[in-house]
């Protein structure tokens, strides 16, 4: 098991969640939920992820310090296929 980040630094707002908020690793099918007010760039460190991004008819596979650059005001959804560690920049 990874460890998480939960430390929040100030309430961003219903459903909101400030990028150094969002937890850095997760554990195999777990899935994370959170919208970003701008654009932003989202890398897999390590492991296999699913990401879905709102108004995108794409979905995204994401591994081994592979990227996904993400525009603002749309709702991320993370799902790890295997234990992984991201980070949103």
Same mark, same amino acid.
């Given at each position: 098991m990874f460890?998480?980040?939960h430390a929040r #630094? =100030?309430?961003?707002?219903?459903? =909101?969640?400030i990028a150094s908020a969002v937890p850095s690793c997760i554990d195999k099918d777990d899935i +994370?939920?959170?919208?970003l007010e701008r654009e932003r760039r +989202?890398?897999?460190?390590?492991g296999l992820l699913w990401v879905t991004v709102q108004d995108d008819?794409?979905?995204y596979l994401l591994e081994g310090r592979r990227e996904l650059h993400v525009p603002g005001g749309r #709702? @991320? @959804?993370v799902?790890? !296929? !295997?234990?992984s560690c991201f980070q949103v920049d």
């Open positions: 460890p998480m980040n #630094k =100030r309430s961003p707002g219903p459903d =909101r969640v +994370l939920a959170f919208n +989202l890398t897999c460190n390590n008819r794409n979905d #709702k @991320i @959804i799902q790890a !296929e !295997e234990p």
